[in-house]
């Protein structure tokens, strides 16, 4: 079998690592040290942090501090995103507005808003301030004409790189060494992956810490208190539920796990200035940050009828439900506050409507195989004209 969640991205070494590994105040300084280098900002102004969302609102902040931004102002993300990118623009008094996806042809979609886009609504939109460029699944946005534009506009670059770190754009720069501000996500299934986490390092000269977010204080602990995750089993737990699904128990066991609050949904997540990821998960993201390829996170296609194909792939074993994003906005049970004007966004509600994505890690063996005969079901339901 083959799965894009429950930590289907780890392999049996990779369990046992992620429930072993001890680290110490040094494992942490050191990946600290290493984003520093490889993004290029200072240590004073980077941190790791509890999560990705709060990585993006401590940037924020510190545009805020700067008085580069004020409260209120918008900034421009991409129309198909997850609701923790609202979330931490919220989280700073200021605005979400949202790019719809870029449309080459009928039925040929890309995963990033355009140039032009951010031009035309930079435009309209006195108060859009700053721009989050996130390069969905991995596929590059147009870094050079987006860079551009924001220039023109004066508008403050964020490099969200939850779905693309070490990735590289189409002129050889590696995503994160272009904007103001990089932020990175350790959470599940991202491209360092230690169930949950996050980087952020300013690299705009002009921008320090917000007060706010006092580095020096945050605490590295890891809190099994009984309302928080059991991070290190996350992935033991992923591999039992994958085993379970043989016996279509899974979703017992996860239900289980929920109750106990030993699991949390993804997007339940949150944005804590108090505390950062514990020694041990700086360990595992450091070899992760390493380890990292320019290869895309996952695969993205456009299906005719997904439910119809999701079902079929099931059939042959592949469980690729947990595709991103079922709603623009994703989870679905937070679109609504999001607030989300869909006849702004035409081309990314299709999007949402249509899109499944492909597992990029099975590289070896049986589940190589089953991801082949996946990707020829996928290609079976493909929507004409839709191909990249
Ligand atoms: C595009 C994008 N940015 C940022 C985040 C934030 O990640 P976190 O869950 O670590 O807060 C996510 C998470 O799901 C995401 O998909």
Redesign the pocket.
Known sequence: MIFLGLAGNYSARDIFRHSFTLGSRKDYDALEAELVKRYGGKVETSSLTF????A?AVALDSMVVARLLKKGDHVAI?GF??Y??VE?IKHVGLKPVYLDLEKIMENAILPNFSANALDAAASADPKLKAVII?N?FGFPADIRAIEKVSKAHHLLMIE?L??CAGRKYPDGREMGTVGDAT?L???KG?AIDTI???AVILRNPELSLPNSFDKSQLSRKQHTDGDAPRVSWYPLFGAIARGLTHLHLERFWLGLLLKLKWIER??D?K?RYDKTITDWQAKLALRQVKLLKNSALREFYLVDNREECLKELKRHGAHLEEF?YETPIAPKRFYEKAKYKEADCPNAVFFAKHVVNLPTWYKTGRRKKQLAKAKTIVKSHELKGSAK
Do not use: E, M, P, Y
């Not at 999560?51 to 709060?54: A, V």
């Open positions: 999560s990705g969302r709060t993006i991409n995103t997850c923790a990118v931490a996130q969905t969200d939850a779905h932020c996500s350790f959470g991202k949950l986490g996050g993804s997007g997540t944005i991103w």
